[in-house]
C-alpha cells in the first residue's frame, strides 16, 4: 500500500545525514548491498498471529554511490506492507490494514518528514557555501585527453570534473553534458584534450559567498554544480540537490 501526500517523496538528502535523521525517526536502514538503492523499515507489531506489518521507505541514488557513502538520495513514496511468515511481506495495494496502523503510519512519517524538513531549513542569506561545499573534488588537468576525463567521472559517479593547473589554479569546467553536446561519446574522444573541450568562462563562487547567492546563480545560469575558488585556487564544489533550503522561503 502506497502511503501517498506525506511530504517525503521527492526530498533529497545526503546518505550519511539521512541515515542518522531516519535513526532518530525509529526507522532502521536495511542492510542489503547496493550501489544505487537505499531501504529504511519501521517494524509494526500486529496482534494477529504470525503477521508483522513494516512501513517502509525507500531511495535511490541521483548522485554519488551509496555503497562507498557519498550519495545524494532521493526518496521515494512510502510503503505499507504485511509480513506473512514464512512467505515474506507483501506491499500490494490490495492488501487490508487496520485504520489504527495506517494513523499510526501516517504519524511516523510525519515525524521523518519534520526532521528531514527541520535539518534542510537553514538562513541561506546568511550561511557561506564554505559550510556545505564538498571538498574532496575530483579533478583533471587542461592537457588531460577526454578519456582521462570520462574516467574520472565514471569512477566518481559524478557528471562534472573541473580542470585545474599545477597548485589546484581552477581554470575551467567540463561537464559530461557539454561533451556529448559537442559530440565526445565515450570511448571516442581519441586524442581530444580538455582544454578544447571544457568552458574556461564556466561560473564560480568565493566561499563566502552565501548558499542563496550561489542558488540564485545556479538557477540563473541553469547549472547544477558549482566550483568554490578562493584566489585562483580550487577549493570545493557544490551541488544544487544539496544545498539547504531557506527557512524564509514559501
Same mark, same amino acid.
Given at each position: 500500500?502506497?502511503?501517498?501526500?506525506?511530504?517525503?517523496?521527492?526530498?533529497?538528502?545526503?546518505?550519511?545525514?539521512?541515515?542518522?535523521?531516519?535513526?532518530?525517526?525509529?526507522?532502521?536502514?536495511?542492510?542489503?548491498?547496493?550501489?544505487?538503492?537505499?531501504?529504511?523499515?519501521?517494524?509494526?507489531?500486529?496482534?494477529? $498471529?504470525?503477521?508483522?506489518?513494516?512501513?517502509?521507505?525507500?531511495?535511490?541514488?541521483?548522485?554519488?554511490?551509496?555503497? $562507498?557513502?557519498?550519495?545524494?538520495?532521493?526518496?521515494?513514496?512510502?510503503?505499507?506492507?504485511?509480513?506473512?511468515?514464512?512467505?515474506?511481506?507483501?506491499?500490494?495495494?490490495?492488501?487490508?490494514?487496520?485504520?489504527?496502523?495506517?494513523? !499510526?503510519?501516517?504519524?511516523?512519517?510525519?515525524?521523518?518528514?519534520?526532521?528531514?524538513?527541520?535539518? $534542510?531549513?537553514?538562513?541561506?542569506?546568511?550561511?557561506?557555501?564554505?559550510?556545505?561545499?564538498?571538498?574532496?573534488?575530483?579533478?583533471?588537468?587542461?592537457?588531460?585527453?577526454?578519456?582521462?576525463?570520462?574516467?574520472?567521472?565514471?569512477?566518481?559517479?559524478?557528471?562534472?570534473?573541473?580542470?585545474?593547473?599545477?597548485?589546484?589554479?581552477?581554470?575551467?569546467?567540463?561537464?559530461? !553534458?557539454?561533451?556529448?553536446?559537442?559530440?565526445?561519446?565515450?570511448? $571516442?574522444?581519441?586524442?581530444?584534450?580538455?582544454?578544447?573541450?571544457?568552458?574556461?568562462?564556466?561560473?564560480?563562487?568565493?566561499?563566502?559567498?552565501?548558499?542563496?547567492?550561489? !542558488?540564485?546563480?545556479?538557477?540563473?545560469?541553469?547549472?547544477?554544480?558549482?566550483?568554490?575558488?578562493?584566489?585562483?585556487?580550487?577549493?570545493?564544489?557544490?551541488?544544487?540537490?544539496?544545498?539547504?533550503?531557506?527557512?524564509?522561503?514559501?
Amino acid at each position: 500500500m502506497k502511503i501517498e501526500g506525506k511530504g517525503i517523496e521527492g526530498a533529497v538528502v545526503d546518505l550519511h545525514k539521512l541515515d542518522y535523521l531516519m535513526d532518530k525517526a525509529g526507522f532502521v536502514r536495511g542492510g542489503q548491498w547496493d550501489y544505487e538503492r537505499v531501504t529504511y523499515d519501521y517494524k509494526l507489531d500486529a496482534a494477529e $498471529k504470525n503477521i508483522t506489518y513494516y512501513l517502509r521507505v525507500q531511495g535511490y541514488a541521483v548522485e554519488g554511490d551509496v555503497d $562507498k557513502g557519498n550519495a545524494a538520495v532521493k526518496l521515494m513514496t512510502p510503503l505499507l506492507g504485511k509480513h506473512y511468515y514464512p512467505h515474506g511481506v507483501e506491499y500490494g495495494d490490495g492488501e487490508d490494514f487496520p485504520t489504527s496502523l495506517v494513523d !499510526r503510519s501516517n504519524s511516523l512519517l510525519n515525524k521523518a518528514k519534520e526532521l528531514i524538513q527541520e535539518f $534542510k531549513k537553514v538562513d541561506t542569506t546568511s550561511i557561506p557555501v564554505s559550510d556545505v561545499m564538498k571538498e574532496d573534488v575530483a579533478v583533471c588537468t587542461p592537457e588531460d585527453n577526454l578519456s582521462t576525463a570520462a574516467s574520472k567521472m565514471k569512477e566518481n559517479d559524478i557528471g562534472v570534473v573541473p580542470v585545474c593547473e599545477s597548485e589546484q589554479k581552477y581554470v575551467g569546467l567540463l561537464t559530461e !553534458r557539454t561533451m556529448i553536446n559537442k559530440g565526445y561519446a565515450e570511448n $571516442k574522444e581519441g586524442s581530444t584534450k580538455v582544454q578544447e573541450v571544457m568552458d574556461d568562462h564556466a561560473p564560480s563562487a568565493t566561499p563566502d559567498t552565501t548558499v542563496e547567492e550561489a !542558488r540564485n546563480l545556479m538557477n540563473d545560469k541553469n547549472l547544477q554544480h558549482l566550483p568554490i575558488v578562493k584566489g585562483e585556487k580550487l577549493v570545493g564544489i557544490i551541488s544544487l540537490s544539496e544545498l539547504p533550503t531557506d527557512q524564509h522561503q514559501h
